[in-house]
T-cell receptor, first 113, second 113 residues
Framework: GENVEQHPSTLSVQEGDSAVIKCTYS??????FPWYKQELGKRPQLIID?????GEKKDQRIAVTLNKTAKHFSLHITETQPEDSAVYFC????????????FGAGTRLAVHP | EADIYQTPRYLVIGTGKKITLECSQT?????MYWYQQDPGMELHLIHY???????EKGDLSSESTVSRIRTEHFPLTLESARPSHTSQYLC????????????FGEGSRLTVL
């Protein structure tokens, strides 16, 4: 089955700096890669996703890149703000069947003013 | 309002008790999922359902069981709770079609004494 590894497990940055979180996946058939943000005490929410036919996607200060050959994808947050502090999860899924999302272990991001 | 609801939000019970965690969604989604979230963050898929009368076990072995008698309802049951079942349980749903956004409930935090 699919396995997703995520690094780093914790990340601390100064406000205004960039943050990068990296994930690798094992199943080359996976073709959907979302990122979820979970603030303390709240539910995970989708912030951006990318499909395997696209190499990069941007939405304001966040961007995701995908390298299918190497089977890894990354989340980039620029000009970080204190409200970006949260746990971020990457995930991978196959297009068929039950569309099971397999999550990485999570990255706890702290943005210091 | 279209959403996914979980009850109870918090539950503290003694060992050996039977418990049911309720999950209902008002979005008409066919796919529903249960994730177990460790105190250390990781999200593990324990059950999923494609539709009414369809249930499958996820990648993490769990002693819990689920049922899907109605589209909107996906309860999780533990016949005899143990301290090792202490965790947060997150229910999620997704609409028709290929991979896409998972909508999570707010979670049920279970503590077994």
């Amino acid at each position: 089955g699919e396995n997703v590894e995520q690094h780093p497990s914790t990340l601390s940055v100064q406000e205004g700096d960039s943050a990068v979180i990296k994930c690798t996946y094992s199943d080359s058939a996976s073709n959907y890669f979302p990122w979820y943000k979970q603030e303390l005490g709240k539910r995970p929410q989708l912030i951006i996703d990318i499909r395997s036919n696209v190499g990069e996607k941007k939405d304001q200060r966040i961007a995701v890149t995908l390298n299918k050959t190497a089977k890894h994808f990354s989340l980039h947050i620029t000009e970080t703000q204190p409200e970006d502090s949260a746990v971020y999860f990457c995930a991978a899924a196959l297009s068929g069947g039950y569309n099971k999302l397999i999550f990485g272990a999570g990255t706890r991001l702290a943005v210091h003013p | 309002e279209a959403d996914i609801y979980q009850t109870p939000r918090y539950l503290v019970i003694g060992t050996g008790k039977k418990i049911t965690l309720e999950c209902s969604q008002t979005m008409g989604h066919d796919k529903m999922y249960w994730y177990q979230q460790d105190p250390g963050m990781e999200l593990h898929l324990i059950h999923y359902s494609y539709g009414v009368n369809s249930t499958e076990k996820g990648d993490l072995s769990s002693e819990s069981t689920v049922s899907r008698i109605r589209t909107e309802h996906f309860p999780l049951t533990l016949e005899s709770a143990r301290p090792s079942h202490t965790s947060q349980y997150l229910c999620a749903s997704k609409g028709v079609g290929g991979p896409g956004e998972l909508f999570f409930g707010e979670g049920s935090r279970l503590t077994v004494l």
